[in-house]
């Protein structure tokens, strides 16, 4: 089902983080190890380093990649209580003999934080170029360059405190104009007590503030990554979240009374899906361009796909596994004889797994 | 041993702790700073003050200690190095001033630290920022060697545990000088350590190696085996006041920041990036730390913020595990990246077996592991998903997702012929590519509103068999009757598709529409009375039918994974074939699976059949499951017959941004241009006439072309550089021209003149068109 490459990402410590730019032509990656890797495709269609350079004094957790039409910008977050956004020079005639190093220069340093920054993410393009960062202090910072022509100049736009140390967050990828803008964050917190740990922010252009709308009380558990599905021109959002389960949220965010953005009623959040398949923390999700694929990865070493049908039901599609011997195997999985199938009248065909050696399955 | 807890004190009001040290038997601790010097017995749940030696009146200078040292012998000597460069020994069975034993005052300057020797018990060495080291004996009065580092400040000397003679000192020009006590003229070895000062050393109690703390941020562990050479370096987030090895334990060593950073970070050396352990509680900088003694699980610091803590371990915080261990990404083409750590399972527990024994111990195991730290990277490329059938030839093709939306974003036509026509077209496209659900839905469209003579029909089915006419209910259903009109009647028929979802007008409809007595308005002289039959389906709801009709089948991954082609089949069995539905106009048969046969011989309600609004649904539907590509472009085909759907222009606003943004995605630039100028939307057409300016400057001059006329320059007043070369009239349109020499003209001349030239036609310069 899947063709694997397996990457010599030479980093020293653990990759917390890998990303795919806008046209999933390049990517980067960030290591505890405190250096950000840059990648291309060589002609032999298989990633080469281009750029690799110590970004942090301390472990890099995350780092996003701003809309191309800024430039090639990355933001990266880390240990050492910063953040840090990156460009490349393209100005500069790249020459073969040019140290790869200085390819990408630091244009500025965030440093408002007084502890761990634990996610970064660029805005949807279309709301300007905005950095929002989550910090392990429970406070969300909103970055905003109001120049995106001069990227050292960021101003620090909202400050949104959250009681509980936060581990990450995510914009709302709607582009349906009457939607404010949203950003969901969770929290690593690992007390149950302390209530749910996901909460959802709205911004209201006439107060020009960002508020708390929403606390998904539905998760508890701590809860290590989130991501908002581009929206696709659907008429709800879609919400992954990643923690000891993978739950699925549809938000139904209400048109505002009057064509007047965040003025509605209230965000209606709808549970969709809840799985425990990893049997154990999942740690990251993450969309494709779409929103009808999701990949959730999980302590077990797999990386889940999921897929949404016709009724908007979630089910895996397929396992993709790296196993310890670092030759990947993967499995297909099939969809479980859910009870979805009772009104999906054409669903008729499951397979039950792989079969390897064909001619050796027994006919009965 | 019962594990203490972590507990604190507040030390005193006003001061601050500059450096702390634990007696003999890690008792009791004496803090030392700012006006200040106390020592604290050490308990179990708390510390007590035991001595306060800034007493009275008493308070010169030497008072205010950079760094104390405790005997390593006598439980009552003391020694403090103040920040006048007094060092002072304290005999704590002494009273009041008494206490203040011995006065050293030789450094010229501050002096940093002290440090007592630990098998000669009167020896005490210290260090200053006036660059010596001096050397004493507390049964004489004053200093008995001094050694001179060559540096403006020594930060810290420590005696070596391993050779009695020995002592490293460290200074702020970075480095590191080993000393024999008894040769004052010369260090046996010096070597650069870091590039920055050096503010803190410490010896491994067991093996021959010396960590360094430097303001570059780093740690360093040097092997002293001969020539010194650099073993571990750790990065730190922060300049390093104080490490101190944790005993016990081989890789450990305990570090605070001078700046930045309040927390102790417990690094496990060979992980040098991140901290093995942290304890965060000081809200300040931590000036000293201690283990207990030779208790690996308690810490005691001295901070900043007037308190003195006892930190126990199990209170730790360990940052790894907030640290998320993997990443995932998916691009457009559906490719997907994967880091994750990699678990540290030995390979000799590969058996199966053995797998789950090992996985229940791994738990104690893991913090022996925690350095081996490991991801690996992998790229996933999905197969091909999609069943296509490409060209006439009907052998399946496989084609991902991305290539299906590429190829139907460059092959549908929208405009520019008969809507049939770009239906038939675009639902061969969307077979084409395996999008089955797509190709019904352009089929359903040629059907409703292909035909010509229905251009203007805007309801064409709407009967029923009861006249009642609530609306309630109409869940439950019926039965379906439809009708299709002439040519002669769009007119009528035109009008009375105004009256589509308004419910009074419905009444009135269904007034004259009493279909069993077949009592048609005049004017409606149907030609093809009944063209859908008469069935009768059971459902559980509209949407239901909707989905059983127009529901072109979930698009089931799973299925389409594993078995396509049957798949296909079964698609195409089990749905009903809009063709037919197209041709014969009937009725759908019912859906394969009828939940439950509900007959009622009494029809309460009125069957609705409103296309406009199915076709909405389907639309909606189609967008919600995440292909706004079919929605938008049939929506864009439909032209002007959109305007009957029911959806809000913010709608389709939000869709055309949508499909824009995943054209740019996978770079169609063109056809996201195509999208964007057939859009009848203002906001979405407007995105093509952004940033669309172009600011010329004069050829001559150099001067920006301002002003009314973009030809006309004010500086040189001539609109000479906006001529033709070729045939010297202003151009109007394209303009070529050569960046060299800044001479050009109409696209048209210019390629004919370049044809077999290679120079300006104006001043023969080297132009050298591509």
């Known amino acids: 089902m899947f063709d694997t490459e397996t990457i010599r990402a030479d980093h020293k410590d653990v990759i917390h983080d890998v990303n795919y730019d806008y046209y999933g032509k390049r990517m980067a990656t960030c290591s505890s190890d405190q250096t950000v890797k840059v990648w291309d495709k060589d002609e032999n269609n298989k990633w080469v380093v281009s750029s690799s350079w110590k970004a942090h004094s301390g472990s890099i957790w995350r780092l996003s990649w701003a809309h191309p039409e800024f430039g090639q910008v990355i933001a990266t977050c880390s240990f050492d209580r910063t953040v840090s956004v990156w460009e490349e020079n393209l100005g500069d005639k790249v020459t073969p003999t040019m140290a790869p190093m200085k390819r990408w220069t630091r244009r500025t340093t965030l440093v408002d934080s007084r502890t761990s920054v634990t996610d970064v993410k660029f805005a949807p393009k279309h709301l300007g170029l905005l950095l929002a960062t989550a910090s392990a202090d429970g406070i969300i910072r909103i970055y905003e360059a109001p120049d995106i022509m001069n990227l050292s100049q960021w101003s620090l736009q909202h400050e949104i405190s959250c009681k509980l140390p936060l581990s990450c967050l995510s914009w709302s990828k709607s582009l349906f104009r009457l939607h404010a803008p949203l950003i969901a964050a969770g929290s690593d917190e690992s007390s149950p007590t302390s209530g749910g740990k996901v909460f959802i922010f709205e911004y209201s252009e006439n107060a020009r503030k960002w508020t708390k709308v929403e606390t998904v009380s539905a998760v508890v558990e701590p809860v290590h990554d989130i991501a908002f599905a581009p929206t696709a021109g659907r008429s709800y959002h879609i919400l992954a979240i990643a923690s000891k389960d993978l739950h699925i949220l549809h938000l139904k965010q209400p048109l505002p009374v009057g064509n007047e953005p965040g003025t509605g009623p209230r965000l209606e959040i709808q549970s969709s899906a809840q799985f425990t398949d990893h049997y154990c923390h999942v740690w990251r999700v993450c969309w494709n361009i779409t929103g009808t694929m999701l990949a959730s990865t999980g302590d077990d070493g797999s990386a889940r796909i999921w897929k949404m049908n016709y009724m908007k039901n979630w089910k895996c599609a397929a396992v993709v596994k790296g196993d310890g011997n670092q030759s990947p195997t993967e499995t297909f999985l099939q969809s479980q004889q859910s009870s979805m199938n009772v009104s999906t009248p054409t669903t008729k065909y499951y397979k039950k797994g792989t079969i390897a050696n064909p001619s050796q399955v027994p006919w009965h | ?770």
């Open chain 2, 1 to 770: 041993m019962a594990q203490s807890s972590t507990t604190w004190i507040r030390i005193c009001q006003d001061g601050h702790a500059n450096g702390l040290a634990l007696n003999r038997d890690c008792t009791q601790i004496a803090v030392a700073g700012r006006s200040l010097l106390k020592i604290f017995s050490i308990e179990y749940d708390g510390f007590t003050e035991v001595c306060n030696m800034r007493g009275g009146k008493n308070q010169n200078l030497s008072y205010s200690s950079n760094d104390v040292a405790w005997s390593t012998l006598d439980h009552n000597i003391l020694a403090t190095a103040a920040t006048n460069g007094v060092v002072s020994v304290w005999d704590l069975s002494k009273f009041g001033r008494q206490k203040q034993l011995l006065v050293y005052n030789e450094h010229e300057r501050t002096a940093h630290t002290v440090t007592f020797h630990s098998s000669e018990p009167n020896l005490l060495l210290s260090g200053s920022q006036d660059g010596t080291i001096k050397c004493f004996d507390l049964r004489l009065d004053k200093s008995v060697n001094t050694y001179f580092s060559n540096s403006e400040s020594v930060r810290d000397v420590k005696f070596s545990p391993h050779s009695t003679n020995t002592f490293a000192a460290v200074s702020e020009n970075g480095t590191v000088q080993l000393w024999d006590i008894r040769k004052s003229d010369k260090c046996t070895l010096q070597f650069t350590a870091h590039s920055e000062p050096i503010y803190t050393c410490d010896w491994h109690p067991n093996k021959n190696w010396l960590a360094t703390g430097s303001r570059d941020k780093q740690i360093k562990v040097w092997n002293m085996e001969g020539k010194a050479s650099s073993e571990y370096t750790i990065h730190t987030i922060a300049a390093v006041g104080r490490v101190k090895w944790r005993p016990d334990r081989l890789h450990h060593i305990a570090s605070c920041a001078v700046v930045v950073d309040y927390s102790i970070h417990i690094w496990d050396i060979r992980r040098p990036f991140i901290p093995f352990a942290s304890f965060n509680e000081h809200t300040n900088i931590t000036t000293g730390i201690a283990w207990k003694g030779s208790d690996p699980h308690v810490l005691l610091s001295a901070s900043k913020d007037s308190t003195i803590f006892k930190h126990a371990f199990k209170d730790a915080t360990y940052p790894v595990l907030k640290a998320n261990p993997q990443g995932a990404s998916l691009n457009c083409k559906g490719e997907l990246l994967y880091a994750y750590k990699i678990k540290p399972v030995t390979m000799t527990q590969s058996t199966s077996r053995n797998n789950l024994m090992s996985q229940k111990s791994k738990a104690p195991v893991e913090k022996d592991q925690f350095h081996l730290a490991q991801s690996q990277l992998y790229a996933f490329t999905m197969h091909p998903l999609n069943t296509a059938y490409g060209g006439d030839s009907n052998k399946p093709i496989m084609l991902k997702d991305f290539e299906c939306f590429i190829g139907c974003a460059k092959e549908y036509i929208l405009n520019g012929k008969k809507l049939s026509d770009i239906c038939e077209h675009n639902a061969s496209i969307s077979k084409k590519y395996g999008k089955h659900s797509a190709a019904i839905l352009w089929n359903y469209m040629k059907a409703i509103y292909g035909s010509l003579h229905l251009k203007t029909n805007k309801i064409d089915a709407r009967t029923t068999l009861s006249s009642q006419s609530h609306l309630i209910n109409n869940r439950r259903l019926t039965q379906v009757q439809n009708t299709r009109d002439n040519a002669e009647n769009q007119k009528n028929e035109g009008e009375e598709s105004d009256l589509e979802g308004n419910p009074n007008d419905d009444l009135k409809l269904l007034d004259f529409l009493s279909p069993k007595s077949g009592q048609q308005k005049p004017c409606f002289n149907v030609a093809e009375p009944l063209i859908f039959e008469k069935s009768q389906i059971t459902f559980e709801n509209v949407k239901c039918l909707r989905d059983g009709f127009l529901y072109v089948g979930p698009h089931d991954f799973t299925k389409d994974w594993s078995i396509p082609e049957t798949a296909l089949h079964n698609l195409q069995a089990a749905r009903p074939q809009p063709e037919i539905s197209a041709e014969q106009r009937q009725e759908p048969s019912p859906p394969p699976d009828p939940p439950s046969t509900l007959k009622i011989n009494v029809v309460p309600t009125i069957p609705m059949w409103e296309p406009h609004r199915v076709m909405a649904d389907c639309l909606t539907l189609q967008a919600d499951v995440g292909d706004i590509q079919t929605s938008l472009s049939i929506l864009i085909a439909m032209n002007e017959s959109r305007s009957n759907l029911p959806i809000e222009d913010v709608v389709y606003e939000n869709w055309f941004h949508s499909y824009v943004e995943q054209l740019h995605n996978h770079q169609l630039w063109n056809e996201a241009t195509r999208i964007i100028n057939l859009s009848w939307i203002r906001s979405a057409r407007e995105v093509n006439q952004q940033s669309t300016t172009v600011h010329t400057n004069c050829g001559e001059c150099g001067r920006p072309l301002v002003g009314s006329v973009g030809w006309y320059c004010g500086k040189c007043k001539s609109a000479e550089t906006s001529k033709c070369s070729v045939c010297h009239l202003v151009v109007r349109g394209l303009y070529a021209w050569c960046q060299g020499c800044s001479h050009g003209g109409h696209l048209e001349h210019m390629k004919q003149w370049f044809a077999n030239r290679k120079n300006c036609p104006k001043c023969g310069h080297l132009c050298e068109y591509e």
